[in-house]
């Protein structure tokens, strides 16, 4: 699910104007930093310390609220649980 959520910022960044190279060059360095992070932060720590007030950062997330994103990760892991469930039990 995240080769997804990676390939999307792709797309999107590709519409945007970067080149594909470009986009995933950007992108692996933002994806990989976060993950550095996350192994003695939070995600929510993360996002309070990059997240300043008007900035870009803070705009992604509004929209990311505004747009369901939460409830659509929480969709998706929930039936993602439920698939196993059917798999085991045949």
């Known amino acids: 699910m995240l080769g997804k959520l990676f390939e999307s910022y792709v797309d999107s960044?590709?519409?945007?104007g970067f080149t594909e190279n470009e986009s995933r060059f950007l992108l692996?360095?933002?994806?990989?930093?976060?993950?550095?992070f996350l192994e003695d932060q939070s995600g929510y720590d993360i996002m309070k310390s990059v997240a300043s007030k008007g900035g870009v950062t803070e705009k992604g997330?509004?929209?990311l609220d505004e747009q369901g994103f939460h409830e659509m990760i929480d969709e998706t892991v929930t039936k993602s649980l439920d698939r196993i469930t059917d798999i085991k039990n045949g």
């Open 13 to 16: 960044a590709v519409k945007q």
């Open 28 to 36: 692996r360095g933002v994806f990989s930093g976060t993950s550095k």
């Open 61 to 63: 997330l509004q929209i």
